[in-house]
């Protein structure tokens, strides 16, 4: 397949302006049946209102989409969202996720994202790779959102709510089995204790996987395993029609394989003069680390989320404690060679608190005004051995404190015409004790839109908003060129959108075009020596686009496309310690980590069998472009292109679906760290998942 152009875009373009411009169709003109898309409803403004109203660029997938789609992890999420990628490297519990070009900060850096659930803030950036299972809806909204959605925000949310406890009894059952030994079990329970003032819900999932990629020099043994477990509970307590309660506690263990990245390039260690450099003459796109890595991540969570309807507005209060301990064992060099080997430990505590006043939708200004606490202690610690000798360990011990208010006001100027007011306020304090170094981080991050009703079903907006994501203290060890710091970034996103609906209901659209200011962005590197760092980029601009489809041809088939589009360039750049590319060679490059055009295209088609049952054909096609790995932009993962397919008989009560993922076993790049910024004996490169066949069936009554 060729890659998308400019012609490409234009094209999709001219088609989305006949969209709009279609006028709703008689419902005579439909061909022979009354089928129409469903509206979605959302509270992304902490209110229910139609995805086609609210000023943003928005995916949003419903308990269908998620149940169809198999959505149990943020990754599927990304896979079907325009300008979202998400990869799993390295270990269980790391990730990294890259939204219109605004790159995950790993280590103790921060995620580029609000990640909630049930309003609730994962507040440690190894949480975003835990199962999602028992969900209700998942929300990507793409722009800064820290108005609304907190600390971290600077380039969208993503909002994951969990199925509710319900007012009459609820199970559920799934199992699944697949190629790699990959088994799981799911199931859930739910309703009343007593009478209806009282709602449970109980939710589990847990797996256990061989793998499907092997280390050939070590036996043949699978380096792609995983266990993990899950549960969940909540409580539901409504003593009164103005006040409810809602309890939940969460835990979470994973184990799994780590640190299986390909040596990209043949390994050498330099040494100094007057010795020449050891090469290792290692094979290049092959596992073979000198040991199976093991990594682990286990976290607890309670939340209490209380609401009290006044009347004219909502009074809620949301408080989280989460404990999270992860470590990983790996070879770092993921050479042959036993050069370089490193042991990480990683554990946090963390208490967030938020209050948060809405007023009643029903009148013509609407608002939400709140506070937000949040604190963290972090310990992490990484312990390098360098060709058999240990080396002193890049410990650190930051403690985390930030507080912020926060208010948005929309107000209808007209029946047609509404504006929108938010800001938020952050002061975040990280205190590196190990180094015995302390700052203080502030920003107001103001946002304004404009959003117009050109006709019903046709919404066109321009928005202005300020990002920011705190700067912080880098984990160092001896030997290391890093600087002991790094700064705070900040954005101003600038974007206009158009959603609209046509034939009566049968075709919905949404395109959105952005342009991005970017001053100090954050970006992460590591070094031999062990230390994890972050460095910032003086200035650069991305410039993008999304465009979403959504057609109901006939009432059995519905096709879902999304195309995304990051243009970018780094404007300025100074040299800095430990990063070993000159500043000549990075200045005017893209920013790294996104593709340049990402493309996806769904395809559902239902054919009923009885009054009873229902065969379900899907075909999931995405393309990605060309990434750029680097500042410089020399290593670069070419275009591939990744299709999935399933077919699923279903009833009122049970579902039994046959999916492949990676149809066509395409072979590509996760992720790519460099051998000249990192200063590891080779590039190193995270393998792609190999094609998986799979059975599941789930019951629910």
């Known amino acids: ?109 921060q995620p580029p994202v609000s990640f909630r659930i049930d309003g609730v803030s994962a507040t440690n950036n190894l949480l ?180 009290y309807d006044f009347g004219w507005g909502t009074l809620t209060s949301i408080t989280s404690f989460t404990d999270v301990d992860s470590g990983n064992d790996q070879d770092l060099d993921q050479t042959l060679v036993e050069a370089i080997d490193i042991i990480v430990i990683d554990n946090s505590e963390t208490l967030a608190q938020e209050l948060r006043l809405v007023s009643d939708s029903d009148n013509a200004l609407r608002w939400v005004a709140g506070v937000q606490y949040f604190t963290q202690d972090r310990f992490r610690s990484l312990a390098t051995t360098f060709l058999g000798f240990p080396v002193p360990p890049a410990a650190q011990d930051l403690k985390l404190e930030n507080f912020a208010a926060f208010g948005n006001l929309s107000y209808d100027l007209t029946d047609d015409l509404e504006l929108t007011l938010a800001f938020r306020y952050d002061e975040e304090t990280p205190k590196d004790t190990t180094q015995g170094k302390s700052e203080t981080f502030t920003e107001l991050q103001p946002k304004a839109s404009l959003a117009y009703h050109f006709r019903e079903g046709m919404l066109g907006y321009v928005t202005v908003g300020k990002g920011f ?97 990051t243009d970018s360039e780094i404007k300025e750049y100074e040299d800095i310690p430990g990063v070993l590319v000159p500043a000549s060679e990075i200045i005017g490059r893209k920013v790294p980590g996104a593709p340049v055009w990402s493309l996806s295209l769904a395809m559902q088609h239902t054919k009923s069998l009885s009054d009873t049952l229902n065969l379900v054909s899907q075909i999931d096609y995405e393309h990605r472009d060309k990434t750029y790995w680097t500042l410089d932009n020399l290593d670069v993962q070419p275009a591939y292109d990744l299709t999935n397919i399933s077919f699923a008989l279903e009833s009122e009560r049970w579902t039994t679906r046959l999916y492949v993922n990676n149809l066509f076993d395409e072979e590509y790049i996760d992720w790519f760290f460099a051998a000249r910024f990192i200063g590891l004996p080779a590039d190193i490169a995270w393998p792609s998942k190999p094609r998986q066949t799979g059975l599941e069936f789930s019951f629910r009554y």
């Open 1 to 109: 397949m060729q890659q998308p152009s400019a012609r490409t875009f234009r094209a999709a373009l001219a088609f989305f302006v006949c969209v709009i411009c279609v006028p709703a169709l008689p419902t005579q003109a439909q061909s022979g049946d009354d089928a129409v898309i469903d509206e979605i409803i959302v509270t992304s403004r902490y209110r229910a209102e139609k995805l086609s109203d609210i000023p943003d660029s928005i995916t949003a997938f419903t308990a269908a989409d998620i149940e169809r789609h198999r959505i149990e992890r943020i990754n599927r999420v990304a896979e079907l969202t325009p300008n979202l990628r998400f990869s799993d490297d390295q270990e269980v519990g790391v990730s990294t996720l890259v939204i219109r070009g605004i790159r995950q900060n790993r280590g103790t850096g």
């Open 469 to 565: 994501r705190a700067g912080g203290f880098n984990n160092l060890a001896p030997g290391s060129n890093f600087m002991p710091g790094f700064d705070k970034e900040s954005l101003i996103s600038y974007e206009t959108g158009l959603k609209s609906s046509a034939l009566n209901g049968r075709l919905r659209a949404g395109l959105s075009l952005f342009f991005i200011d970017y001053a100090d962005q954050q970006y992460f590197l590591f070094d031999q020596t062990g230390t994890q760092a972050n460095i910032n980029v003086k200035k650069s601009e991305i410039t993008g686009g999304e465009l979403e489809i959504t057609a109901l041809p006939v009432e059995s088939l519905q096709i879902n496309f999304g195309l995304g589009f």
């Open 128 to 307: 975003t790779t835990q199962e999602l299972f028992d969900i209700e809806s998942v929300d990507v909204l793409r722009g800064p959102q820290g108005a609304l959605y907190g600390r971290n925000a600077i380039g969208g949310a993503i909002l994951i709510s969990t199925r509710q406890p319900t007012t009459t009894p609820e199970y559920g059952f799934r199992i699944t089995a697949a190629e790699g030994q990959d088994y799981s079990i799911a199931g859930s329970a739910s309703g009343p204790i007593g009478d209806e003032s009282v709602l449970y819900r109980a939710s589990f999932r847990i797996q256990d996987r061989e793998g499907q990629l092997r280390n050939a020099y070590l036996d043949n043994q699978f380096v792609d395993y995983k266990k993990s477990s899950a549960f969940r509970g909540r409580l539901l307590f409504k003593p009164s029609e103005k006040l409810s309660i809602d309890l939940r506690g969460q835990y979470l263990d994973q184990d799994g394989g780590s640190g299986y990245f390909m040596p990209g390039s043949e390994g050498f260690l330099p040494l100094p003069p007057p010795n020449d450099p050891i090469y290792f003459g290692n094979p290049t796109y092959e596992i073979q680390s000198n040991r199976i890595g093991e990594s682990f991540v286990k976290s607890s969570e309670v939340s209490a989320k209380i609401d």
